[in-house]
């Protein structure tokens, strides 16, 4: 279904104090992501090298939103919509955000994270890996995990072709390649993993460890070898929060948001995070286009997809 081409918006250009926070749900059901937030430990202010403004803030058509992607030959963008009372769906955006096919791909069962590659949009779907033709918005190939408990989430695509995909609930992390979806790795301090993306050689992680009561809101930023699984720390194994999203800035750092904190953070080798925005609980999947200077970020407690223009 194609909404009309005024959704709601907001257009605003400001510079909001970083300890702002939207408010939580009271009541709400419990979240797809079922993440005890870790008590964070305190955060650096936004650097002056690193500046959002707020251009745009879509507030209809999504249900729950999940992840965004850029697909630079159509130039829209891809929102997963989870939805907690029926089917999810994946809505098309336009860049400027007043064009939106809410239901795009439609009948899906809680799509999260997604990934380009080899000319189809990569979605996981509760068990499953989908491939979705990007002309038609249909399902193209069904990848079921190789397990009777799964709880798919994050999804990488590497420079061989290969997608990865985590599993936040039972601590592995999948992999498609030549055809086969398995796991590929299944570690002890590589617990509850969310956010993956592939930089370089390795795969980098938002997970927790053993020495954690509730990995999943004590995540911290890990990097896994593509060649051997070998695992280390990118800023040492101090709990950071329930850390969702990996993304990089083109710049050798990385925009990351904690899902469980409603917070937006921007990663440096060094200096390790700092806070940038606090949108609100929920802040999950960020895209950030490097040609274009943007920075996509959906909120899923408040069923919002904001887009900033980046200042590095």
């Not at 159509?74 to 064009?99: A, K, Q």
């Not at 904690?258 to 606090?278: E, F, K, Q, S, V």
Request: charged share 20%; net charge negative; aromatic share 8%.
């Amino acid at each position: 279904m194609c909404l009309p081409s005024n959704p709601v918006l907001r257009n605003v250009s400001f510079a909001l104090a970083a300890a702002l926070l939207v408010g939580l749900f009271a009541g709400c059901q419990a979240t797809a992501e079922s993440e005890t937030p870790h008590e964070e430990a305190p955060l650096a202010a936004m650097p002056d090298s690193v500046e959002l403004t707020e251009v745009w803030v879509l507030e209809a058509g999504l249900n729950r939103p999940e992840s965004v992607i850029y697909d630079a030959e159509r130039s829209v963008l891809y929102v997963s919509s989870i939805n907690f009372e029926g089917p999810g769906h994946i809505s098309r955006v336009s860049l400027d955000g007043t064009s939106v096919d809410s239901m795009w791909a439609s009948g899906l069962a809680a799509p999260k994270g997604m990934a380009l590659g080899e000319g189809v949009l990569y979605v996981s779907d509760e068990n499953a890996l989908l491939e979705i033709d990007l002309d038609s918005g249909e399902i193209a190939a069904r990848h079921a995990a190789p397990a009777d408990e799964v709880y798919l989430n994050d999804v990488a695509v590497g420079p061989d072709g290969a997608v990865y995909v985590s599993d936040s609930r039972f601590s592995k992390v999948y992999a498609l390649k030549d055809g086969a979806f398995d796991v590929w790795l299944a570690h002890e301090n590589v617990l509850m993993p969310n956010g993956v993306h592939v930089v370089g050689d390795e795969l980098y992680v938002a997970a927790g460890d053993s020495t954690a009561e509730e990995p999943g809101g004590a995540r911290y930023l890990q990097a896994v070898s593509l060649a051997d699984q070998s695992v280390r720390a990118l800023h040492g194994t101090e709990p950071e929060g329930a850390l969702d999203a990996i993304e990089p800035d083109g710049a050798g750092g990385l925009f990351v948001s904690d899902w469980g904190g409603g917070r937006l953070l921007h990663y440096r080798d060094g200096t390790g995070l700092t806070l940038l925005r606090a949108p609100g609980q929920g802040t999950a999947d960020v895209e950030f286009v490097a040609d274009t200077q943007m920075l996509y970020v959906p909120v899923m407690m408040s069923n919002q997809l904001i887009a900033f223009e980046v200042s590095l």
